[in-house]
């Protein structure tokens, strides 16, 4: 194979950074392309119902400004909040469609490893030479086709939340989890939108003690309001401050999120049951009852839950 050219750079990922860092390789004179596995913003529609805790300002980048004012584009208030949905429709979109990146930038391209041309992981390490061969990259299209690319800088915006955390206890998938993984959520699923057939008068498990999981509880609890029958148990390693809360925090939204959570989660509320300090063993369905039976450790005693959903919020890896 021809050796690429030196100023060849892959990015793995059309979201914010991704399209963000596309741009600025461009200005900079970098035969850049951006690959992505599903559509161009695929994690901000995935949520894209929940407003970010920042910014307009803060979600486009110095680049990517330029770009699109180039072509007639006109920055939302930079002091107004998107929703994963606005950001991906009125930012990421139309930035891969201007005529500098469409041509370079991949959708349903998934890379599926990458590696030093004809060198190991483990060999040379910290030799200069190593930077003389060109990364070599296995992509594979929606239909299976793959393909070898070849680029002398890599950079990977691929985030993660296209990798949720398992529920299982210290991360490592629980008992049956694996099986019931692809019936069950491990997103901030749209409870009061588009999936609220779903939960709607159902009893819904939800695991979890971050950001992500507060948001699903706090926008259930509104659906249980909405729509009688429908129950919550939340299962958390947490007693006390959740995972990402701190101190004063500088994101009003971020801190006005945790304070809801919490009074949620002490104020009696009859529709929701919170499980603390527990770690996750197992999970199980009847397919008989159609429910699922989640097998707990709390305080060192076992304990059995049972809903008709469960949402895995454990985080992302």
């Not at 050796?3 to 990015?11: E, F, H, K, Y």
């Not at 993984?181 to 779903?198: E, F, N």
């Not at 148990?233 to 995972?243: N, S």
């Not at 770690?279 to 839950?305: F, M």
């Amino acid at each position: 194979m021809p050796v690429p050219a030196r100023n060849t750079l892959a990015i793995v990922g059309a979201g914010s950074v991704g399209l963000e860092a596309a741009a600025a390789a461009l200005e900079r004179g970098f035969d850049v392309h951006v690959f992505e596995r599903g559509e161009v913003g695929a994690h901000p529609i995935a949520w894209g119902h929940v407003r970010l805790f920042t910014t307009w300002g803060a979600n486009v980048g110095p680049a990517s400004a330029r770009l699109l004012a180039r072509h007639g584009w006109s920055a939302p208030p930079a002091d107004a909040r998107p929703t994963g949905a606005e950001l991906a429709g009125r930012v990421l979109a139309p930035l891969a469609a201007t005529p500098e990146l469409k041509g370079r930038v991949h959708e349903h391209a998934q890379v599926v490893a990458i590696g030093r041309q004809a060198t190991l992981r483990a060999e040379q390490p910290g030799d200069a030479s190593r930077a003389a061969r060109p990364f070599r990259l296995l992509v594979r299209d929606h239909g299976g086709r793959e393909s070898v690319l070849r680029a002398f800088a890599v950079l990977d915006a691929s985030g993660t939340c296209g990798s949720p955390a398992w529920a299982g206890t210290g991360g490592v998938p629980a008992r049956g989890e694996l099986y019931l993984a692809p019936q069950m959520s491990y997103h901030c699923d749209d409870v009061r939108g588009l999936r609220r057939t779903r939960y709607a008068g159902k009893r819904t498990l939800v695991i979890g003690g971050g950001a992500t999981a507060c948001t699903t509880v706090l926008e259930l609890a509104q659906l249980a309001a909405e729509e009688p029958g429908t129950t919550i148990t939340w299962v958390t390693r947490e007693t006390g401050a959740f995972t990402g809360e701190i101190a004063n925090d500088p994101l009003a939204p971020r801190a006005e999120l945790f304070a809801n959570a919490h009074a949620l989660r002490s104020g009696g509320d009859p529709v929701m049951t919170w499980v603390g300090g527990a770690e996750v063993e197992g999970i199980e369905y009847n397919s008989a009852t159609h429910k699922y039976r989640v097998a707990l450790e709390v305080a060192g005693q076992p304990r059995l839950e049972e809903a008709d959903q469960v949402i895995v919020n454990a985080g992302y890896r």
